[in-house]
């Protein structure tokens, strides 16, 4: 038997708390459901950096984003890191992607062979943070609360345009490779900015959620929250909001809206796959580059360490393979050494500068022993945070910051810090060992200061004068489609169908 395909469906900014065990019981996601059946499904998945550019460079290339240098939304992905893409496509496999990957630089393929869309964000320096500078407020493109108070319906938006687009062009693309012209497995990237706030969503899904469940821990004083979150406040710029209760209901209203509209568009997807005839050899992958704090503590979006940021949904489906819970915690690192070890693909070149590991023996019964590290180190730091998952236990620590010690099966909402507990004095120690063990805090500060500042001054150049953007421009070869008088219209006619003869 052929290797087996691949399709990968990525989200943006879906909390993972809301996948305690496939989505949760109040989402209308039968197409979700239906896939969480099929699939192993890691309850307790982190993303590798809460921030788009930085999670997706590490979920394609299994490095964290001290490893990738790709430290924010404005960080240049390194063309010579392998992805996924790289390694399939080295492999035989033909890869393409429609949807965005927030890739930064010149490079907007990263081992894909064919993108099918541009990209929903800007691929230039213009998003740079500056560490040089703590409590700037960068107004043009930082987030604000407007994402809140402006939630609301509306039948097209930005975003909705966006995917629409993403998932018209992924049926397309189906279709186009069951008709079988390219005779090489492939592995297609799906990738939606949705339910990534502006919390704006069609009519038709917002009244599926005409009462939904409001957050668990309530707003805090903004002196009651640690450090990191303060900056977080400031960076968001919440002074010059008021936010309300309707205004909390409205955007999670909004945002559950919008899962069951992702729902819909993946429903689609897998119906191609399914009417095509490929599902039965095709390996899914489900996930999220990062999740959204949606009102818990009073803090909105990502670039948190907390649950509802860092961690993420994650399925995996394997032809003829059982669903089932991992409750061992894993991450996005893993994704990639994953799809390799499942399609045969050796890794071992660049493995010793791989972060993640594969979950096929986790998949297969065998504990899942090691940490799952996150770092941050974008807008709202002044210095990078780092973290680490083992088992109950999730370990904080900047060296600004006094470090956070969590018992998650106690403390699911990490009200409790038990850094400075005596009971916990060796447990607390021993996760400040591996931080030091893992990470030199000083080399990776200055190494984040040094991207920045060289990134302000080519930003700052390339303005000047005539400009040559690097985003993405698809390209329709609008003379190799349909009917053309160097194709012979039976041959065409007979190829296009599928299945033929039917």
């Avoid at 993946?266 to 009102?295: A, P, Q, W, Y």
């Avoid at 021993?430 to 080519?458: G, I, L, P």
């Avoid at 005539?466 to 489609?481: C, G, K, N, T």
Wanted: net charge negative; glycine share 6%; aromatic share 10%.
């Amino acid at each position: 038997m052929s290797r087996p395909n691949i399709l990968i469906i990525m989200v943006d900014q879906l909390n993972g708390t809301l996948f305690p065990d496939g989505p949760a019981p109040f989402l209308h996601t039968p197409h979700l459901d239906a896939l969480a059946a099929q699939s192993t499904r890691f309850q307790n998945a982190y993303c590798a950096s809460p921030l788009c550019a930085p999670s997706r460079a590490a979920f394609m290339s299994g490095q964290l984003a001290s490893r990738t240098r790709v430290y924010d939304n404005a960080a240049e992905f390194p063309s010579a890191i392998p992805t996924y893409a790289h390694h399939l496509r080295r492999a035989g496999y033909f890869t393409a992607l429609s949807g965005k990957m927030h890739m930064v630089g010149p490079d907007q393929l990263h081992g894909f062979e064919q993108r099918l869309t541009t990209d929903v964000y800007p691929a230039d320096f213009g998003w740079t943070p500056d560490y040089r500078k703590p409590g700037e407020r960068i107004d043009w493109w930082y987030h604000n609360m407007g994402s809140v108070t402006g939630a609301g319906c509306a039948e097209i938006s930005n975003q909705l345009e966006y995917d629409d687009e993403v998932a018209y062009n992924a049926k397309a693309k189906l279709y186009d490779l069951a008709r079988g012209a390219d005779k090489r497995p492939f592995c297609l990237t799906v990738s939606f900015t949705h339910p990534h706030d502006p919390y704006v969503a069609r009519k038709k899904f917002w009244d599926m959620y005409p009462d939904p469940p409001m957050p668990t821990i309530p707003a805090m004083d903004y002196e009651d929250h640690d450090p990191h979150s303060k900056r977080i406040f400031d960076a968001n710029d919440w002074r010059s909001f008021d936010i309300t209760e309707d205004d909390i209901r409205r955007s999670r209203r909004a945002y559950f809206a919008n899962i069951s509209y992702l729902d819909e568009k993946i429903g689609e997807i897998m119906g191609v796959l399914k009417d095509c005839r490929m599902d039965d050899n095709t390996i899914v992958v489900f996930c999220s580059d990062h999740g959204d704090m949606l009102g818990e503590r009073g803090l909105w979006f990502k670039m948190s360490l907390y649950e509802g940021s860092s961690r993420v949904p994650l399925m995996i489906r394997t032809p003829g393979g059982a669903g089932g819970a991992i409750t061992a915690p894993v991450s996005l690192l893993d994704v990639t050494p994953t799809l390799a070890d499942l399609v045969g693909v050796d890794m071992g070149e660049v493995m010793p500068w791989t972060d993640g590991e594969s979950l096929v023996p986790t998949m297969n019964g065998t504990p899942r022993e090691a940490s799952v590290a996150v770092e941050y180190a974008a807008e709202a730091s002044y210095a990078p945070l780092v973290s680490l998952r083992r088992g109950a236990w999730k370990y904080n620590h900047c060296e600004l910051d006094p470090p956070q010690l969590f018992n998650l099966d106690d403390d699911p909402h990490e009200l409790t810090n038990l850094a400075a507990d005596p009971a916990h004095a060796d447990t607390a120690a021993e996760f400040a060992a591996e931080v030091a063990r893992r990470w030199d805090m000083a080399r990776f500060d200055s190494e984040v200061r040094e991207s920045q500042a060289r990134r302000w001054v080519v930003y700052e150049a390339l303005r000047n004068g005539a400009y040559y953007p690097w985003d993405f421009q698809p390209l329709q070869q609008a003379s190799e489609r349909y009917m053309r008088n160097h194709l012979d219209l039976n041959v065409l006619e007979e190829n296009q169908r599928f299945p033929r003869g039917e």
